[in-house]
């Protein structure tokens, strides 16, 4: 096998050429930083054009460092959703043009499945063995940019989804925090994280999301919920460090005051993931008791604050971590390749589009809820 990955939901554009055994042969990533700053977020239109201009190039760099030209790929996966619809466009036109070119299966692709099989990536890919990471039934996290989850997984494609946000992914509350403590850069997360560091959390005591609810099921289930801990970093940041005391204060005195907030902020934040997680490995091992793998991905999977309370929770509960290695939680072409080659392995894949062209479609996805519609998803509903 060799296939090729393209990913394109959000503002990057990856592309990747795996082989079967898991080993990467070439991958490229084309970012949009700097193109979004001045926004302070994400914009649809400008995303579209920024993958436009870089789809091309990427899949070709991706092929030339793999060695191999296109008419030499076993089959092309690409993400169809969840994600923007302008740029999922993107991605999914250019796979579907040289799967119909080269005649190839082309394999469609959930986002956030990607973002989990990419550590079921053999580590040190030896055929005998077959994979070496996490076997199912796995408990994943998934927290990223758009999602917070804690899924029970069978199988590929065969998802329980224990618990998620009611409002915000802790991604979306990490860089909207950044945002109102000066952070300019997009997204946010990483450099809020660099801030913390620098701070005390114990100086800013915030609330622990979901603690005062009257809602029994929210208030012990494995939910989560981040807006109400963002509105009161903006309430705490208003009232601690309003501009007139911002600009009294010397750079180093700023500095310091936005990293205890943010630190404050992150233990919350990372206590609220691992409350939930903490109970979300229960449940799941009372309907799977064989579970021994948490997975952590997504892009706040690179944050070390969560990997050390989630490595925690895990020994809590007898299970082995696994999150992927940093570069790989934020959105690439890899994860998309690796998640084509689980389903390819297992049959789940269209047939090559025609060459002519005339009849082909692939349906994009922007909402997809994990497991829907899927051919291998048993419709559980917990
Ligand atoms: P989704 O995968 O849900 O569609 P997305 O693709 O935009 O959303 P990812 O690329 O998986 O999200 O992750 C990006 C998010 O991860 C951003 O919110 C970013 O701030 C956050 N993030 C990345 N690194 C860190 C870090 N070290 N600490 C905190 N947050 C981080
Ligand atoms: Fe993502």
Not at 193 to 214: C, Q, W, Y
Not at 227 to 249: C, F, M, W, Y
Not at 340 to 359: F, H, Q, T, W
Request: net charge negative; hydrophobic share 40%.
């Amino acid at each position: 096998w060799r296939v090729l990955g393209i990913e394109s939901s959000c503002d990057d554009t990856g592309a990747a050429v795996l082989r079967g055994d898991g080993k990467i042969l070439g991958e490229a990533l084309a970012s949009q930083a700097g193109i979004h700053e001045q926004w302070g977020g994400v914009v649809p239109r400008l995303a579209q054009e920024g993958h436009r201009k870089a789809i091309d190039e990427t899949v070709e760099e991706a092929l030339r460092r793999a060695g191999i030209s296109a008419a030499e790929l076993s089959g092309v996966a690409v993400t169809v959703g969840p994600g923007l619809g302008l740029c999922l466009e993107v991605g999914v036109r250019k796979a579907l043009h040289i799967a119909a070119e080269y005649r190839l299966p082309l394999v469609r692709v959930h986002h956030m499945e990607a973002h989990m099989m990419v550590t079921r990536l053999p580590q040190s890919p030896t055929p005998a063995e077959g994979f070496c990471g996490p076997a199912f039934p796995i408990l994943t996290l998934l927290v990223s940019g758009g999602h917070n989850m804690a899924v029970l997984t069978r199988g590929v494609g065969q998802h329980v989804i224990l618990g998620s946000t009611i409002d915000d992914s802790i991604g979306e509350a990490f860089d909207k925090t950044a945002r109102v403590l000066g952070i300019t850069q997009v997204p946010g997360g990483p450099h809020l994280e660099r801030l913390a560091k620098d701070g005390d959390p114990k100086v800013h005591p915030l609330p622990k999301p979901l603690s005062k609810t009257r809602d029994k099921v929210l208030l012990e289930g494995c939910d989560y919920s981040f807006s109400g801990l963002k509105t009161a970093v903006r309430t705490l940041v208003e009232k601690e460090l309003p501009s007139s005391k911002a600009a009294a204060l010397s750079e180093e005195g700023l500095r310091k005051a936005q990293a205890d907030i943010a630190a404050a902020f992150q233990k919350v934040a990372v206590q609220h993931l691992c409350e939930r997680a903490s109970r979300a490995a229960g449940w799941a091992l009372e309907l799977e008791p064989c579970t021994k793998w948490l997975v952590v991905a997504g892009g706040v999977a690179a944050n070390q604050e969560v990997r050390k309370g989630l490595q925690e929770v895990a020994e809590e509960y007898s299970l082995q971590m696994r999150c992927p290695p940093p570069r790989l939680c934020v959105d690439n072409g890899v994860m998309v390749a690796w998640a084509g080659i689980e389903r390819l392995v297992l049959g789940l894949y269209e047939e090559p589009p025609s060459k002519d062209g005339a009849d082909n479609h692939v349906e994009i996805r922007p909402r997809w809820p994990l497991g829907e519609r899927d051919p291998r998803s048993q419709q559980e509903k917990f």
